[in-house]
């Protein structure tokens, strides 16, 4: 027990979980395009035409994982700042700040194709609607993040800081998530539901779930080379480094 | 398989620009990160060889 805490604290140093990471990283590429190819596929060849959206519903297999990627990246990212918060672990600070692009990268796609979608099924790119407008400020939060923790030169103050702002934001994951429950939204309800089966045919729900693999797989790859080059930079000066790179 | 063509298929039932424009924006983004996060990671590698070169050679001057 005291044996595997320890290999846990192992890898919060930076010095192990350097070439860690760099040998994680393949392997998700790998998995990314594995799910990928086989996502789009079933998303343009296997998935039938919706009986009401005709093609145009395909823009679910981008929109729905870049969605839940963007709230699930918000929760893995607070979660690493708070953990830095509070045990002050090296690597946590680092970590939240390399998922932060990449969670406003998904929440900026999730905006597009929302947009995209919008203007066809309901006439307008944009509407002022809960879950519209919920995911526009988690898009703003991570923005905020970012620049708060570029504005700090200090990076460990900076994690503080951006710590807390994550923290903070983490309140508008359950409003977005619930929001087309709680007002009249524009938005349609969830696609998937955890107390009924989903009301969508089985090959669109397979498509939508490898494709949503995909994304999740491609982030954690990004973060991983993210946090490979932010180790160097805030290391740059220790003893280690210098032997890592030859 | 419910295309008959590669022109259907691009046509996307006359979604074209909507899907195209969804898909594509995806493929974009997700092709320009990694390449500017490996861009970030070598840039920083870099740096740091060429700071170990600088300090070999300072010390080849030192010692002859």
Redesign the interface.
Known sequence: MRQSIIQWFKFGSPQSFYPLAGRMIPWFWAAAIAFGIAGLWIS???A??DAQQ???Y??IF??VP?SWMSMFLYLIMAFWAGLGLALNTRVSGMMAQAIA??GA?MA??SL??GA??G??MWGAWWVWDARLTSELILFFLYLGFMALQAAIDDPRRADKAGAILALVGVVNIPIIYFSVKWWNTLHQGSTINMNKAPSMAHTMLWGMLLMALCFWM?SI??AL??V??II??RE?HTEW??HA?A | MQWHSIDEFFAMGGYAFYVWGSFGACALLMFAEPFLAKRRLSEVRQSLIRERLADELELQQKNS
């Open positions: 343009f060849f296997v039938p035409t005709g093609e145009g395909r823009i981008v929109h870049a692009p990449t990268l900026l796609l597009w194709t995209l979608w203007k066809p491609y790859a990004v080379t993210r490979r080059a160097l930079e740059r480094v210098k790179v």
